[in-house]
């Protein structure tokens, strides 16, 4: 940590460093009020850390999500979709609040840490899909996600960075930012939001969606194993043996709705899939599968079409080629889909 006397000064420098590198979600679109992350955790955290939680609460409210509440509505708590977003807020901030009496200290340099390899990840990230200029991205606090891709009420997507989650999970930043950049870019140009969660979609574009923004990683920073790309080691250390049965698992829930307000069938065979947590889904796979199978069915994609072109795909054609893909998987005896 550093010393507490030079924070103001560099808070001043990592002000203006973000300001500039994401002009697009600074000002008007999450409130003129609304200063780096940073300063506002600092002025929160002076106010708060030995308060009850119910004033603490009411602080992060004032200093935090306020200023930014088109974000915090929108993309953090995902208030439209989640009837529960207020029950979740509170257990969620309640352990959070307890984590910064320890880890407090580190967001400031946890932001520049997150500047610096936006930087350079995005530099990359041009090499193969042309993108321009500095991403949609936007450092915030939240405790139950590092990194996702949202739409905020104007239509525009935005990548949301938790730097306190990053902290606290040690993220490979190098790993994960080129995941999310792919989620933001594909938002823009394939109208894919959400990370393939949306109205009237099934289970198969999530599937797609996460599998070709892992796969992504490991094009555009190469060098780390299945494990860490997948950002979690069980995962990896699955055998490629267990393609065919575990794509005719998820065959069975392919037609389920992404989102279905009135069956809950949806919501559990997307958790089934896609959520980790401590209690498992699946008695005999790990938690988060769902990035495991995409990932192997994003390379299948990959022997007859090129990156640009898989990533070019509409929803519908996603979901598709998905579909064919994992046919593909279930069929086979002997699976390499290297």
């Keep these: 940590m550093k010393n507490p006397a030079s924070v103001p000064t560099l808070l001043s420098v990592v002000a203006m460093a973000l300001v500039a590198s994401f002009p697009a979600v600074a000002g008007s679109q999450l409130g003129d009020t609304a200063q780096p992350i940073d300063r506002s955790f600092t002025a929160f955290w002076q106010a708060a850390k030995d308060k009850p939680f119910t004033e603490q609460e009411a602080l992060w409210d004032k200093f935090i999500e306020e200023p930014r509440e088109a974000l915090y509505q929108s993309v953090v708590w ?26 407090g200290g580190d967001i400031p340099k946890g932001v520049r840490a997150i500047n610096t390899a936006l930087n350079v990840q995005a530099k990359r990230f041009a090499q193969y899909f042309g993108a321009s200029g500095q991403p949609r991205a936007v450092v915030v606090l939240a405790p139950q996600f590092d990194a996702k ?79 860490e790309y997948l950002l979690q080691n069980d995962l990896g250390a699955l055998p490629d043996a267990r393609l065919p049965e575990v794509a005719k698992r998820f065959l069975q829930n392919a037609d389920v709705l992404t989102i279905d307000p009135v ?41 007859n079409h090129t990156l640009n072109e898989i990533a070019s795909w509409s929803p519908r054609k996603a979901e598709t080629e998905t579909r064919a893909a994992l046919t593909v998987l279930a069929d086979s005896q002997q699976v390499s889909s290297r």
């Excluded at 930043?173 to 979609?201: K, R, Y």
């Excluded at 899939?273 to 390379?299: C, I, K, M």
């Design 78 to 103: 995902e208030v439209r979709n989640n009837p529960n977003w207020k029950k979740l807020k509170d257990g969620a901030l309640k352990v959070r609040f307890d984590q910064y009496r320890n880890m």
């Design 149 to 227: 891709s949202g739409v905020l009420p104007n239509g525009t997507p935005v990548l949301a960075l938790a730097v306190d989650s990053l902290i606290l999970e040690k993220a490979q930043l190098d790993v994960i930012l080129p995941h999310e950049l792919f989620h933001l870019w594909d938002a823009e140009h394939s109208g894919i939001t959400n990370d393939g969660v949306m109205p009237d979609t099934h289970l198969l574009l999530p599937l797609y969606e996460e599998g070709l923004a892992t796969y992504v990683s490991t094009i555009v920073s190469p060098g780390h194993t299945d494990g």
């Design 263 to 303: 069956r809950h069938e949806a919501s559990k065979a997307f958790a089934r899939w896609f959520e980790s947590g401590q209690t498992a889904f699946q008695a005999d796979l790990p938690n988060r599968s769902g990035y495991w199978l995409g990932l192997h069915v994003v390379r299948v994609l990959a022997r």
